[in-house]
């Protein structure tokens, strides 16, 4: 961390920073020009609070040098993460395939929708049972109700399951839930992050819309802090300007997160563009980028959906798209959707 | 709502669409012109999917009319909705004031603090029991022992207080409270909002960092739903590319949402810049765009500050401040933090 | 053509703007509804001035159903353009490759980078004789002397060169060059535009970093009306809060392009990421998206680079990156960089 | 400037990147951490190639420290930059109103409307003649014809007059123009701000829709690296994802560029918001937060505008808002519109 120091500042008030600022047991290092005087801090920083330093009168400005994560960062654990879910990796060179619709509606639509992924190569089940809808007047979500039949499908297929939770209260629902999904306007839902890493299973992080790579690894730090290690990393899309999409999918985030941190990272096109043409395109970019991994939304009868059909892939349309990807992974020296 | 139809849309397919629409009691105005079908939606469409449409083969898109709000809608309740807490109205010609530190810290902090910020003119008082931060490592707030501190501030200087709540877990612990924050990080976490709903007490509502005016008002409109209609929202800043102040203030958002709602609205000028020389100018700017109030952060030492020192008014240059903002709001025929 | 009217419009008004509109061979269709009146507009409606209908004091909102855009429209020019520059094709199956330093610096660099570039599979050459720099302190490029230099690589290679114009005052050294970039920072610079649509060579349109998709297409259709067909759009990254990258690259914009438009679409990883650790991953993902073209920047020696070295691939670098893209073209039945 | 070494960067080649640094007459003070170097640039680092830097294979980041402006920095120039423009001075505690139509469309419509404005306390007048509009099919102005007509505006009010300049081919036809305006889309068009900085006129140079304030005032000291110190800085809103308002104002731009450079600041109303209701709260705001001025569209017939209509105010509204305006400015001791 640097500190740069205000013109003047008197040397009493220097003197009393670098005081509590050692006491941290950092060392500190001053370095004084004309204009500027700097003071270079060696030592474990990330603990340090960059706001209540720069509170500060006599400082100018602060800047990082580190990164403010420790658990989740690539520097002090050079080895990729691989999260196993039932018989299926999640990295080491396999490409997870997540697939189901975005509610879970009946039993029928659930178990029909899911025997379906399963045949057309998916390894996990989405489904979505307490959803997150901008209006109060749109369709809520089972709850539930709607986890009991998602469980049908998991039975039926024996495939493992991806759910979002969107209540610390609806917790204990979730013990047959295979991975645990924090969705991105809960990114930065702390007092969940915090509980969740407690727990054991495996959570799907998605970064939220206007969150930053850095704060998507912060919100994971949260659950590394509690103890939890399982995190999976999912980019779905920022809020952007353009309209063509409904957010703009950030696929560089692939190897930018790749390279700051250990975890894998999948990518929901799904979400992110909210156009089922454009799914398929966008998969096939994400595993020639690296992804470990993709989410996406299939539903039976798309027209049908409850909720956004208009980014669901009908079943046929979804093993088409596998088969794309498996094609770009091969020459990757990578699988899509294996099984162990 | 109109919706248009792709060209060559089979004459079967479209007559099920509407009688599917017609179902919902609405009436079905068709548009035919050469290279474009459209059907025009007359009647309470605000409960109609617009994504169920879209996800329609034959529709080529949707567009609202309508607002999809109704509750919170100044349309169909055009007068101003003036909230009252204490002795203070938030709305009627009145700008009310809402300050105090960041997070509560101690007894001496807080109490003194508050009773300065009294003392310079503020009617409602603020502080951080629940603190959300991006980092584990952050100060986290006191919890239910700060809640209890604020309380004894409540008790010395007779005003009502103001508090972020951050999981519905902790909502007992807030019966003393006056008014409920919703922090932006929450704005969508919809299973508190409608928790929230069901309770008497006035929400302050913060807009999300990257929200959409629309979406802050879907988000009232759940509160709504559940029958609680004491809601005040809040512009706290977007996030843009703009890295010279921590997000971007939206003013022009009061002159808009007054258009669009008949809810009061008020400015936090401290979180919207994260500079303190900041809020005295942006503070006067938001009395003259027409705000309703203003929250600003007020520290007896914004150097020793546990949180957001930075951007933390001393109660000296808060006095000032609310000074410069009277006399904007006297040539507009307002007040500024007046007590009945 | 949708016009939303105010409650309550006088019908003389409406009568009038009515009339204004079917003298531009319009037809208009009315929807009455309890709370709202839609005119529908049947017609060629891409040059009725949606701002002059909205400025009227009865309309409360326009929205357009077709695109503003004609002649880059795919709706009326169903086939992919196909763009032949020397004996490389953009499009049609084949994956263009241009590359070369960010700056022209010597004529030792710009020959040496471009014979290395051209054996590594590049079929177009790039270098930058006017450079665009934020700073008036940056190295502005070598002007005229520069293209001289590239024409010395051009002659070398035998291969077709791209440079960037960024004043019409300087059209007239750039005879001998193959294409003429449009920098993104130029993309609305209309009067250049419009002269670039009277010049018969291939115009590279960047993408302005806030620019939406539209805008780009309506920048194309600047160039269509002054009579030049023959332009190729370029996503290079748009401007997003993310700082990890230097700007966020929309690989959702090749389809989205793809499926409103007829023109081919190249994708320029290098400006987009700012880091050259970035192009390759970025370069094989565009590939994967169905871009036709990509423009990347390499350096026979990075480090000594004046503008852009942070983002420029060694050619040692750059031949495993087209040698891993034509593996990822290869699966979708597409070559890159191939000559006729 | 700060620079962070990777682990393990060889000795010889950091000393080689020191040698180059300090051949740039700087000194360089070295801290050695455990993990991370630092190396702190003491001395005139504003002509330092950051890029240049980062481009080094040692290098993990480069920071800055000072800002990479000087002409235009309130370090080096603390007294504010008053432009006087005729009678009226921008800035020194008077709020310049520059008023007039979109685009010059007659000679009864321009002159009506100047003579209008300056009545109700205009002291400039604005006008475009040269008008850059996103569709080919818009009007796009009357060129030097309209210039004429502009000239008769000046001649009848005795007014200065603030217009665009789109191409230095037209810089010629601009000799008794008063002030010339860089529209947001030219903002980088660096040629065209190296030849005004050859004029001495006064500049009114807009910030671009994506542009941060660093760009701004780095644009600015092009024109100051040319010689031409007269430049007043125009915000005219930014590019959000919020879509009611064209663009997001912000007015928090005018204290921070206050702070960090010595030249005046005026707001444009009608351009960042669309719409003509937003105008005068966004004036009053703008005042209130210490602008140096105004920019606002008056047309003296709204609803026949050739362009923007939407966003004018009529003749009576704008002499409203101009008083509105006086009030506020009137408590913060300044005056509007005043004229020497």
Redesign the interface.
């Known amino acids: 961390m640097?500190i740069?120091l205000k013109k003047g500042a008197p040397k009493t008030e220097v003197d009393e920073l670098c005081r509590g600022i050692e006491a941290q047991n950092i060392?500190i290092?001053e370095?004084?020009?004309?204009?500027?005087t700097?003071l270079?801090l060696?030592?474990d920083t990330?603990?340090i609070?960059m706001?209540?330093i720069?509170?500060?009168?006599i400082v100018e400005?602060v800047?990082r040098?580190?990164e403010?994560?420790k658990g989740v960062n690539r520097k002090f654990h050079p080895e990729d993460t691989v999260i196993s879910v039932g018989n299926t990796k999640i990295g080491d060179g396999n490409v997870a395939v997540i697939a189901g619709p975005c509610s879970i509606e009946t039993e029928e639509q659930i178990v029909d929708t899911c025997m379906k992924v399963k045949e057309a190569g998916a390894n996990l089940l989405r489904g979505g049972a307490?959803k997150?809808?901008?209006?109060?007047?749109?369709?809520?979500g089972l709850g539930g109700e709607g986890l009991k039949l998602f469980l049908k499908a998991k039975k039926a297929t024996g495939l493992p399951i991806v759910t979002e939770l969107?209540?610390?209260?609806h917790l204990d629902l979730f013990a047959d839930v295979d991975v645990i999904q924090v969705g991105a306007?809960?990114m930065?839902?702390?007092?969940?992050l915090?509980e969740l890493g407690k727990c054991n299973k495996p959570i799907l992080l998605k970064r939220?819309?206007?969150s930053?790579?850095?704060?998507l690894l912060?919100s994971a730090?949260?659950i590394f802090?509690g103890g939890n290690t399982n995190v999976i990393l999912c980019e779905r899309g920022?809020?952007?300007?353009?309209?063509?999409?409904r957010n703009?999918?950030?696929?560089?985030?692939?190897?930018?997160i790749k390279?700051?941190s250990h975890l894998p990272v999948v990518i929901d096109p799904s979400h992110?563009?909210g156009k089922y043409?454009?799914v398929e395109?966008?998969s096939?970019?994400?595993?020639?980028?690296?992804a470990d991994g993709l989410i996406i939304e299939v539903h039976n009868n798309?027209?049908k959906?409850?909720?956004?059909?208009?980014q669901?892939l009908t079943p046929k349309h979804f093993s088409a798209c596998v088969k794309?990807c498996s094609?770009?992974a091969?020459?990757?020296g990578k699988t899509v959707g294996t099984q162990q």
Do not use: W
């Not at 370095?31 to 500027?36: L, N, Q, S």
């Not at 997150?132 to 809520?140: A, D, L, V």
């Not at 096939?284 to 690296?290: D, E, F, K, Y």
């Open positions: 640097i740069i060392i290092n370095v004084r020009g004309e204009h500027t700097i270079g060696i030592g990330h603990k609070d706001e209540a720069q509170a500060q009168e400005s800047q040098v580190q403010p994560y307490f997150p809808r901008t209006s109060p007047y749109s369709f809520q969107m209540s610390l209260a306007r809960n930065q839902n702390f007092e969940m915090k939220g819309l206007s930053t790579i850095e704060e912060m730090e949260y802090a920022i809020r952007t300007f353009e309209t063509q999409t703009t999918l950030d696929i560089s985030a692939v190897p930018v390279s700051l992110a563009t043409e454009l395109p966008m096939m970019a994400a595993v020639a980028a690296g798309p027209q959906a409850l909720c956004d059909g208009a669901s794309k094609s770009i091969s020459v990757m």
